[in-house]
């Protein structure tokens, strides 16, 4: 089946049983987000996350431009080519673009729980 005939089934259904699309699409992504709770770098990343946040932030909520630097700073292009690139240089291995993902979803997922 094609992404059209896939899309079409999702449309006929969504018609027939009201709100079912949006509860297939909610399944989906938690399938999808299952995936990469269950990968060992994005693991990884989110235990050193955790511990990052003890040592490195306030017991505050982080701002939302905490947020964004810590996604420009662990998953942009530029940042991973550089650090592919020093770790090269050093004889050492990069970390994992799962792992960098795992690690901005923890530090942000325990930046917004935290409590002042």
């Given amino acids: 089946m094609n992404y059209a005939e896939t899309a079409s089934v999702c449309t006929d259904v969504s018609l027939a049983v009201p709100g079912m699309f949006d509860q297939m699409r909610v399944i989906s992504t938690l399938h999808s987000l299952s995936a990469l709770l269950d990968h060992p770098e994005f693991q990884r990343g989110l235990a050193g996350a955790q511990e990052e946040f003890s040592s490195d932030y306030e017991a505050a909520p982080l701002t939302e431009e905490e947020m964004v630097n810590e996604v420009e700073m662990n998953l942009s292009r530029r940042v ?18 799962l792992y960098n993902l795992g690690f901005v979803v923890g530090l942000i997922s325990t930046g917004l729980t935290c409590t002042r």
Wanted: proline share 6%; glycine share 12%.
């Fill in 80 to 97: 991973t080519e550089r650090d592919k690139e020093i770790s090269q240089f050093f004889g050492g291995t990069p970390s994992s673009y």
